[in-house]
Protein backbone atom coordinates (compact mmCIF):
# COMPACT_ATOMS: atom_id res chain seq x y z
CA UNK A 1 0.00 0.00 0.00
CA UNK A 2 1.35 3.58 -0.92
CA UNK A 3 1.82 5.77 1.59
CA UNK A 4 2.30 9.28 2.32
CA UNK A 5 3.13 10.24 5.48
CA UNK A 6 3.72 13.81 6.93
CA UNK A 7 5.67 14.91 9.71
CA UNK A 8 6.91 18.02 12.01
CA UNK A 9 3.97 19.95 12.05
CA UNK A 10 3.13 22.09 15.55
CA UNK A 11 2.60 25.40 16.77
CA UNK A 12 5.32 28.07 16.96
CA UNK A 13 5.57 31.72 17.17
CA UNK A 14 5.53 34.20 14.49
CA UNK A 15 8.99 34.79 13.06
CA UNK A 16 9.98 31.56 14.03
CA UNK A 17 11.15 28.28 11.83
CA UNK A 18 9.30 24.40 11.15
CA UNK A 19 10.78 22.05 8.78
CA UNK A 20 8.02 19.37 7.82
CA UNK A 21 8.94 15.45 6.57
CA UNK A 22 7.04 13.75 4.45
CA UNK A 23 8.61 9.90 4.26
CA UNK A 24 7.39 7.51 1.32
CA UNK A 25 6.52 4.06 1.48
CA UNK A 26 5.21 1.25 -0.92
CA UNK A 27 6.75 2.12 -3.44
CA UNK A 28 9.75 4.47 -4.28
CA UNK A 29 9.24 7.93 -5.84
CA UNK A 30 13.01 8.62 -6.74
CA UNK A 31 11.77 9.22 -10.20
CA UNK A 32 8.79 11.58 -9.63
CA UNK A 33 8.80 15.19 -8.29
CA UNK A 34 7.25 15.79 -5.37
CA UNK A 35 5.00 18.72 -3.20
CA UNK A 36 3.75 20.60 -1.00
CA UNK A 37 0.36 22.20 -0.80
CA UNK A 38 -1.64 23.98 2.00
CA UNK A 39 -5.30 24.22 3.32
CA UNK A 40 -6.72 26.99 5.25
CA UNK A 41 -9.58 26.85 7.01
CA UNK A 42 -12.72 27.86 4.33
CA UNK A 43 -10.15 27.88 2.17
CA UNK A 44 -9.33 26.31 -1.26
CA UNK A 45 -6.46 23.85 -1.02
CA UNK A 46 -3.16 26.28 -2.94
CA UNK A 47 0.83 24.90 -4.04
CA UNK A 48 3.29 25.58 -1.87
CA UNK A 49 6.67 24.14 -3.36
CA UNK A 50 7.40 21.52 -5.71
CA UNK A 51 10.59 19.89 -6.52
CA UNK A 52 11.33 17.37 -9.60
CA UNK A 53 12.78 13.74 -9.42
CA UNK A 54 16.61 15.05 -9.22
CA UNK A 55 15.80 18.15 -7.37
CA UNK A 56 16.93 20.16 -10.73
CA UNK A 57 14.17 22.18 -10.66
CA UNK A 58 12.28 23.99 -7.59
CA UNK A 59 9.20 26.40 -8.07
CA UNK A 60 7.78 27.72 -5.27
CA UNK A 61 4.81 30.08 -4.46
CA UNK A 62 5.02 33.71 -4.30
CA UNK A 63 4.28 33.72 -1.04
CA UNK A 64 6.38 31.46 0.22
CA UNK A 65 9.74 32.93 -1.94
CA UNK A 66 13.07 33.00 0.04
CA UNK A 67 11.41 31.22 3.42
CA UNK A 68 10.42 27.84 2.79
CA UNK A 69 12.94 25.52 1.02
CA UNK A 70 11.99 22.30 -0.55
CA UNK A 71 14.31 19.20 -0.16
CA UNK A 72 14.55 15.46 -0.96
CA UNK A 73 16.78 12.66 -0.08
CA UNK A 74 15.62 9.80 -3.06
CA UNK A 75 17.80 6.97 -0.43
CA UNK A 76 15.76 7.58 1.82
CA UNK A 77 12.42 8.09 -0.18
CA UNK A 78 11.45 11.06 1.84
CA UNK A 79 11.03 14.86 0.77
CA UNK A 80 11.22 18.01 3.04
CA UNK A 81 10.04 21.73 3.63
CA UNK A 82 11.97 23.54 5.51
CA UNK A 83 10.12 26.81 6.85
CA UNK A 84 11.12 29.69 7.90
CA UNK A 85 10.04 33.25 8.80
CA UNK A 86 6.46 31.98 9.73
CA UNK A 87 3.63 34.38 9.79
CA UNK A 88 -0.12 34.06 10.95
CA UNK A 89 -0.94 33.60 7.32
CA UNK A 90 1.31 30.81 6.66
CA UNK A 91 -1.48 28.52 9.13
CA UNK A 92 -2.98 25.19 7.75
CA UNK A 93 -2.87 21.94 7.28
CA UNK A 94 0.23 21.15 5.05
CA UNK A 95 -0.16 18.49 2.02
CA UNK A 96 2.58 16.22 1.01
CA UNK A 97 1.91 15.00 -2.96
CA UNK A 98 3.55 12.67 -5.57
CA UNK A 99 3.15 13.68 -9.25
CA UNK A 100 2.56 10.91 -11.94
CA UNK A 101 5.57 12.44 -13.79
CA UNK A 102 9.21 13.64 -13.06
CA UNK A 103 8.63 17.13 -12.97
CA UNK A 104 8.28 19.64 -10.54
CA UNK A 105 4.47 21.09 -11.09
CA UNK A 106 2.06 23.72 -9.81
CA UNK A 107 -0.83 22.08 -10.35
CA UNK A 108 -3.04 19.93 -8.54
CA UNK A 109 -4.06 18.00 -10.94
CA UNK A 110 -0.60 16.54 -11.76
CA UNK A 111 -0.41 14.81 -8.28
CA UNK A 112 -2.04 10.98 -7.81
CA UNK A 113 -0.64 10.98 -4.06
CA UNK A 114 -1.48 12.53 -1.34
CA UNK A 115 -0.45 12.20 2.50
CA UNK A 116 -2.82 12.88 5.13
CA UNK A 117 -1.89 16.34 6.33
CA UNK A 118 -0.05 18.43 8.75
CA UNK A 119 -0.97 21.02 10.82
CA UNK A 120 1.07 24.23 11.08
CA UNK A 121 -0.26 26.92 13.05
CA UNK A 122 1.75 29.97 13.86
CA UNK A 123 0.61 32.66 16.45
CA UNK A 124 1.16 36.35 16.42
Known amino acids: QVQLVESGGGLVQAGGSLRLSCAAS????????MGWFRQAPGREREFVAA????????YYADFVKGRFTISRNNAKNTVYLQMNSLEPEDTAVYYC?????????????????WGQGAQVTVSS
Open 97 to 113: AAQRGAGASRGRNEYNY
Open 26 to 33: GRSFSGNG
Open 51 to 58: ISSTSTYT
